[in-house]
C-alpha cells in the first residue's frame, strides 16, 4: 500500500504514515521530521484510507482546508521520481542494518537534498547513500560482485532462469547474502526477475521444493513467454511495413494500408489474449508459493515461542 503525503507529494509506503497499528498521519514521517504538523495538512486520500480501515486519521479535515492551500515541496517530476525509489530502497535494506541512528541520519541528509537537489540520484543505493554522507559501513560488502563475476554466471547458464527456463539475467545468491554471507560460486545461479523477486530471502532448498510442486506450469510460463515474444516480433515487422507503405505512397488510406492495419489488429488481439493467460499462470504460481512460505514462517515463529 503506497500512499501520497501531503507537503512531499512523494509516494510512500504505508509504514511512513503509521502512528502505532491504528492511526495514520497526513504527511509522511520524514516530513515530520521537517518539523512539520499533520494538523496543517489535509488529505483525502489519507482521510478516506483510515476511514475505510476504520482508523484514527491525524490530519486538517477536509471542509477545514484552507484556500489557498499551504505550500509543498518543490521537486521535478524526476527528483520525485528518483527520491521515492531512494525511500523505497532503504526500506528494502536488511532490518539488522537499520538502526534507528542509521534511519535518523538518511533522513536528515534527504532532507538536506530535498531542499537543495544538488546531485542527480544514480539509481545505485550504496553510491547514492555515499553521495548522501550516509554510514554504509557493513551494508554492502557481502553482497559485492564484480561485473566479470556476473558476466561469467550469465554465461554458464545460457541466460536460462535455473528455476522456471524462462530467460533470466539475475544473478541470483541460492541461499540470501542475509542468511548465508556466501558469495562463492556455489551459492550462485541464474534467475529470471520474476523468480528473483518471488524467492526473495527464502531458503533456497524450500524454493526449490515448493517450484518443483508446480513442475507442470513451468514448461507453460516458458511456452507462453514464446509465444509473446514471437507475437510481438511479428507485431512490429507488420507495424514497419505499414509506416515504409505510408512512407513510400505518401497515402493516409488504401486497401494495402488497411489491409495491413487489420493484420496488426489481429495480432494485437492475439498477443492480448495471451498475456492475460501468462499473467494468470504467472499469478498462480505467486500465490501457491508466498502462501507455503508464510505458513513456513508462521511455523518458524511458533517453534521459537516455544523454545522460550
Known amino acids: 500500500m503506497h500512499l501520497r503525503c501531503a507537503y512531499c507529494q512523494l509516494d510512500l509506503n504505508l509504514q511512513h504514515f503509521q502512528v502505532g497499528t491504528t492511526v495514520v498521519t497526513s504527511v509522511c514521517d520524514l516530513c515530520q521530521k521537517r518539523g512539520l504538523q499533520p494538523a496543517s495538512f489535509s488529505n483525502q486520500q489519507i482521510s478516506y484510507f483510515a476511514a475505510a480501515r476504520q482508523w484514527t486519521f491525524l490530519g486538517l479535515p477536509q471542509e477545514l482546508q484552507m484556500t489557498p492551500m499551504p505550500a509543498t515541496l518543490q521537486l521535478t517530476r524526476e527528483q520525485r521520481k528518483s527520491c521515492m525509489s531512494l525511500i523505497n ?10 538502526t534507528v541512528d542509521r534511519r535518523q541520519q538518511f533522513y536528515a541528509e534527504l532532507i538536506h537534498w530535498q531542499d537543495q537537489p544538488s546531485f ?11 553521495k548522501l554522507g550516509c554510514d554504509t559501513t557493513g551494508l554492502f560488502d557481502k553482497n559485492t560482485l564484480s561485473y566479470t563475476t556476473r558476466a561469467r554466471v550469465r554465461e554458464f547458464y545460457h541466460y536460462q532462469c535455473q528455476y522456471c527456463g524462462r530467460y533470466g539475467d539475475s544473478v541470483d545468491h541460492k541461499n540470501p547474502v542475509t542468511l548465508s554471507n556466501d558469495n562463492s560460486w556455489e551459492n550462485l545461479t541464474l534467475s529470471c526477475r520474476e523468480c528473483n523477486r518471488l524467492k526473495g530471502d527464502m531458503p533456497y532448498d524450500l524454493f526449490v521444493r515448493w517450484n518443483q510442486e508446480l513442475s507442470i506450469l513451468l514448461p507453460q510460463l516458458v511456452h507462453s513467454e514464446q509465444t509473446l515474444q514471437r507475437l510481438t516480433t511479428q507485431q512490429q515487422h507488420l507495424q514497419n511495413q505499414l509506416a515504409a507503405q505510408r512512407h513510400l505512397t505518401g497515402a493516409v488510406t ?10 496488426i489488429k489481429l495480432v494485437q488481439g492475439l498477443r492480448d489474449g495471451e498475456d492475460s493467460d501468462y499473467q494468470k499462470l504467472i499469478q498462480l504460481r505467486h500465490d501457491y508459493i508466498i502462501s507455503k512460505f508464510r505458513v513456513w514462517q508462521l511455523r518458524q515463529s511458533l517453534e521459537a515461542e516455544e523454545e522460550k
Do not use: K, M, V, Y
Not at 530502497?89 to 537499520?98: E, I, K, N
Not at 542527480?120 to 555515499?130: A, C, E, M, R, V
Open 89 to 98: 530502497s532503504f526500506d528494502a535494506l536488511p532490518a539488522d542494518w537499520q
Open 120 to 130: 542527480i540520484f544514480t539509481g545505485n543505493l550504496p553510491t547514492d547513500l555515499s
Open 254 to 263: 488504401s486497401p494495402r494500408l488497411n489491409a495491413l492495419r487489420q493484420e
